[in-house]
């Protein structure tokens, strides 16, 4: 991949070689909130004309600087409000240029920084509707939707992103958290993260062992469930 970025709050899959089996779930979990891919493993957050920061973990913009004394840990309605301003600009350009793909992306953007996953989601549908063939437009549509609760959504997502580019290893990494999350469907998830490096020979070698690593620690928990169905009368 031509960008292999990380993102401010580390970028990294955060994954311990002695996680113990039973944890695999939970842990995928946390992948998810620490915001890790689910669209932005490989290429960062910063899209063209708009900065993103991760709401989750070390990396997380202060609201400070945003209307909000330093400190405050603002509300749902005050984000909703500083996404509503950040946007505004962008929303005026949109009257006259409404299938700009690149604007409704800054500002799916700016509503999914902020949690508001259901009018990210909305943008990103839009900019994925003005350009089909959009593979990020699409990943990050998923995102929307999965952080919205539409599991099944961000999956139909993600097989359309992959239907235009079978290779995007956003849409194989996140393909497998979710599965594996949203669906408790270890194996699917270990068959979406065996594609991605199969079909991604130029991941860097830290990347790699990352994947194989979460890989490992689901086939583990996997063997174990099927032992303990095999010992039940």
């Known amino acids: 991949m031509a960008n292999e ?13 002695v996680l113990p089996p039973k944890y695999v779930y939970a842990m995928a979990a946390t992948l998810l909130l620490a915001g890790l891919a689910i669209g932005f493993l490989w290429r960062g957050t910063q899209v063209e004309g708009a900065s ?6 070390a990396g997380a913009a202060s609201p400070a600087g945003q209307g909000m004394r330093p400190g405050h840990m603002p509300t749902l309605g005050e984000m909703k409000q500083m996404a509503d301003t950040q ?10 240029d409404p299938n700009n793909s690149a604007l409704l992306m800054q500002v799916g953007a700016m ?19 003005a350009d089909p063939k959009n593979v990020t437009a699409r990943t990050k549509l998923a995102t929307s939707l999965y952080r919205a609760g539409d599991v099944d959504g961000a999956l139909a997502q993600l097989d359309q992103a992959l239907h235009y580019d079978p290779k ?15 669906k ?15 079909t991604n020979p130029q991941l ?9 690593e979460l890989m490992a620690n ?16």
Do not use: C
Not at 52 to 57: C, L, Q, T
Not at 87 to 96: Q, R
């Open 87 to 96: 946007a505004a600009p962008l929303l005026e350009k949109l009257k006259s």
């Open 52 to 57: 993103v920061h991760p709401v989750f973990g």
């Open 184 to 198: 408790k469907d270890g194996k699917g998830a270990v068959a979406a993260w065996q594609r991605l490096l199969k």
């Open 111 to 129: 509503y999914h920084s902020t949690h508001q996953f259901k009018e990210a989601a909305d943008y990103y549908g839009k900019a994925a509707q």
């Open 218 to 233: 689901v086939m583990t928990s996997l063997g174990e469930q099927e032992a303990t169905r095999g010992k039940q009368p």
């Open 168 to 182: 995007d290893a956003n849409a194989l990494f996140n393909l497998g958290i979710i599965r594996l999350e949203g």
């Open 5 to 17: 970025s990380t993102t401010a709050s580390g970028g990294a899959l955060a994954v311990s070689a």
């Open 204 to 212: 860097s070698a830290d990347r790699k062992a990352q994947v194989q």
